[in-house]
């Protein structure tokens, strides 16, 4: 049984053509799924349009055997399921102490605990709490959003490419911070660039291309599969 | 040179007052994006609520200011429910020329009311107090300290509470916002209750400096406009500043401009702070 099931998926923005089209995905409890496939695929609009942003044209989308598909942003994140957009993730006019606080908005029981828990995990967070968040640099503005999705106990994290900016060390932290989160019971759907660095860490995969589901299955056997590296990955040799 | 160090105490209490509908205006900007012009009919709201309640209640001028507060910020909220919010997707533009229409009614509704009769509140005449000899009277000095409580006690709302917090939330980024669970719409009322209601303060505020009529608010709405374009729109601290140099700017230019021509220190002030700094003095957006 699958924690988030999206199936026959349509979506587009107002007044535009469909961007998404009859696009499936499946998300199991505790798995790890990455999202792969070119820019404009619709990685992104796949992601907005679970978390409530961009409302389905057709299909059915539910998490945990209920239905989310026209839910509004906030009733989305409140059944757990916890989006971190690419940009503009964080707010660079509150620092990050309050930001940590409104990434807890929707459960601000214990608020001082959770925020000092969040700080141990990600210990750049906590030397500068009281900083605007708009003096982070590009790598640590992605690790508070993450640091603010923590906030409320996520079911489901939604990632749009949380590596973007980050070192090839810091991005390589950042996915073994991810599969932490996952050990404690968090299933996490993860875009990312980088299609080898997912790949290793993801249990399966799926690649967009287009707006269609070009091809999914366990992400060894994708890693493995040398006509997807060829075509999907831009594997040369 | 006593008269310059009396006009900038005059200047810095009248500025006092102008930060507060400035203020205002906004965290209006700042949260819905948009300029509600009708702020000039809140300020007249406020003023007339204070009469009311101080003259015709005889309530004493501290409840008469609460009142203001809370009149003047449901009539916003109220107002802004009926005549622009359904206008909003039209786009800002839209919406600030429609605030303008409803500048034009609410104002007309308080004639209707009230006449156009000038009125004074209901406070004793009190002799000027004489320091170095610059003037200084206290219903001035009353006024002022209303005015910097008003403006201690929002800046501590929004920086101290989650409801606060929210808000600035929304200002920074409506869709993170809701995506972490703010209600926008929740916050864009609240936005609007508090300044509008700051509006009816400084009417309360005005009126205790002068008297009570309908165009009280059309009279200073320009002097506002300027202060929270000077400072920056959409900036609290910003509307503080702008309130402070528009109010100093209007005194001290009747040292070299006939009185009647101190309103005009607005305009001046706002094609000088698009040209020098498009954004404001705090302004960040
Ligand atoms: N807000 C938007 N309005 C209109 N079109 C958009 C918007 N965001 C993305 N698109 C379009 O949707 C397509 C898919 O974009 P996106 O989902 O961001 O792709 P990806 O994340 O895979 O790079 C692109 O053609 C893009 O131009
Ligand atoms: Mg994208």
């Known amino acids: 049984m699958s924690l988030l099931r999206a199936a026959g998926i349509s979506a587009g923005y107002s007044g535009r053509d469909d961007i998404l089209k009859d696009v499936g995905i499946e998300v199991g409890a505790c798995e790890i799924v990455a999202i792969l496939g070119p820019n404009g695929a619709g990685k992104s609009t796949l992601l907005k349009t679970i978390a409530g942003l961009v409302t389905p044209r057709s299909g059915t989308l539910d998490f945990d055997g209920r239905s989310i598909a026209g839910l509004t942003p906030r009733d989305v994140s409140r059944r757990g399921v916890v989006f971190v957009p690419q940009e503009a993730n964080v707010f660079p006019s509150l620092t990050i102490q309050e930001n940590l ?32 968040a708009r003096t982070l640099s590009g790598g640590e503005r992605q690790l508070l959003a993450m640091g603010m999705a923590l906030m409320v106990g996520p079911r489901i994290l939604l990632l749009d490419e949380p590596t973007a900016g980050l070192s090839p060390l810091a991005a390589e932290t950042l996915f073994r911070m991810i599969k932490l989160i996952r050990d404690t019971g968090v299933a996490v759907t993860i875009v990312e660039q980088n299609a080898i660095l997912a790949l290793n860490n993801a249990d399966r995969a799926y690649i967009l291309v287009d707006g269609r589901n070009a091809r999914s299955g366990p992400a060894r056997d994708m890693l493995e599969d040398r006509e997807i590296r060829r075509v999907f990955l831009g594997d040369v040799d | 040179m006593l008269q310059v160090f009396q006009l900038l105490v005059n200047g810095v209490m009248a500025g006092a007052i102008l930060a507060v509908p400035a203020i205002g205006f906004n965290i209006v900007f700042a949260v819905l994006q948009i300029s509600n012009f009708s702020i000039a009919a809140l300020i007249a709201v406020g003023a007339y609520a204070g ?18 507060f809370l009149i003047s910020g449901a009539a ?4 802004d429910r009926l005549a622009l919010r359904p206008l909003r997707g039209y786009g800002a533009i839209a919406v600030a020329i429609a605030s303008l229409a409803l500048n034009m009614v609410l104002e007309n509704i308080v004639r209707f009311i009230f006449g156009n009769d000038v009125r004074s509140l209901d406070v004793p005449m009190m002799r000027d107090w004489i320091f170095e000899g610059i003037h200084v009277g206290p219903q001035a000095v009353f006024n002022f300290l209303v005015a910097i409580a008003a403006m201690v006690a929002l800046f501590s709302l929004l920086s101290f509470t989650t409801v606060g917090r929210a808000m600035r939330a929304v200002a920074d980024n ?39 009529d309908p165009t009280i608010g059309m009279r200073v709405v320009l002097s506002v406009f300027a202060a929270a374009v000077l400072g920056g729109l959409g900036s609290i601290p910003g509307a503080v500043v702008g309130g402070l140099l528009i109010g100093l700017a209007e005194q001290l230019s009747t040292l070299v401009v006939p009185v009647a021509y101190s309103s005009a220190i607005g305009f001046a002030a706002i094609i000088l702070a698009l040209l020098l700094f498009p954004r404001g003095i705090l302004g960040d957006r």
């Open chain 1, 101 to 132: 606080e409104i990434g807890g908005y929707l459960d601000r029981k214990e608020m001082k605990a959770r925020v000092a828990e969040v700080c141990e995990r990600i210990p750049v967070l906590s030397e500068r709490r009281r900083a605007k």
């Open chain 2, 51 to 68: 009469y009311t309640a101080n003259v015709l209640l005889g309530l004493p001028p501290l409840l008469a200011i609460l009142a203001a």
């Open chain 2, 76 to 79: 916003g909220v109220a107002s």
């Open chain 2, 174 to 212: 409506p869709t993170l916002a809701n995506i972490k669970g703010i209600d926008p719409e929740k916050m864009a009322r609240l936005a609007v209750f508090l300044g509008m209601g700051m509006a009816g303060i400084a009417g309360v505020l005005l009126a205790l400096d002068t008297a009570v």
